[in-house]
């Protein structure tokens, strides 16, 4: 089955400690984003990467980082977490721009996140 | 920078009636693609439908339709004979075509529209 999947799917943690949440697709998607959606406030892209070795920021990039060494995966990383994280995350991926079927991108389940 | 605006935090509609949700967004690019979303409790993202803005033509996915206008970049979904299952939060969102400023894919996402349905 074509699936976005995401680990762990809720978290709780403690101001500071660094955690990853993993992301994984098995679509063979070039194209991997983060958003984190918060209440009244919709979805807001945290990063993205285009393809292997290929990282970019989205509109809130701050105090998250990701690494694409894989084409499947992409994980997010918190290297010291803040209660303003608190959010729930959600991976997307979706195939290169100009290979067909590139406009449309698959979200994971999500990831509901607190942070203490 | 593009926006996308859903002017309706909530809707309600009675079972097997129709609804329709507003979207507008703002952009002065030529080449787009735009989407319903819908989120349930489970809170998966839920691709409902999508319009390329080279077609005049409404996209329709069973009993979603959109209504586009492009030259008033307005984007509403109609649902027909609403269901129980299609209460969920609803958000329009827009994508680029092209590469602008280095984010090229973001999704442009709305606030959302809550969706109630009575039985």
């Known amino acids: 089955e074509a699936q976005v999947t995401q680990n762990p799917r809720y978290l709780i943690t403690v101001t500071g400690k660094k955690l990853t949440v993993t992301c994984s697709q098995n679509?063979?998607?070039?194209?991997m984003s983060w958003y984190r959606q918060d209440p009244g406030l919709g979805l807001r892209q945290i990063y993205y990467?285009?393809?292997?070795?290929?990282?970019d920021k989205g509109d809130v990039p701050e105090g998250y980082k990701v690494s694409r060494k894989e084409k499947r995966n992409f994980p997010l990383i918190l290297e010291s977490p803040s209660p303003n994280q608190t959010s729930l995350y959600f991976c997307a991926s979706s195939p290169a721009f100009g290979t067909g079927g590139q406009e449309t991108q698959y979200f994971g389940p999500g990831t509901r996140l607190l942070v203490l | 920078a593009q926006t996308v605006t859903q002017s309706q935090p909530e809707m309600s509609v009675q079972e097997a009636e129709t609804v329709t949700l507003s979207c507008t967004y703002d952009t002065s690019e030529s080449d787009y693609y735009l989407f319903w979303y819908k989120q349930p409790p489970s809170r998966q993202m839920i691709l409902v439908i999508r319009q390329e803005a080279y077609k005049q033509q409404n996209a329709t996915e069973n009993r979603f339709s959109v209504n586009f206008q492009k030259a008033a970049k307005s984007f509403s979904l109609k649902i027909s004979d609403s269901q129980l299952g299609d209460a969920a939060m609803y958000f329009c969102?827009?994508?680029?075509?092209?590469?602008?400023?280095?984010?090229?894919?973001?999704?442009?996402f709305g606030k959302g529209t809550k969706l109630s349905v009575k039985p």
């Open positions: 990467s285009m393809n292997v070795e290929v990282t």
């Open positions: 969102a827009y994508r680029s075509e092209k590469n602008y400023g280095g984010s090229q894919g973001n999704l442009i």
């Open positions: 679509m063979n998607h070039e194209y």
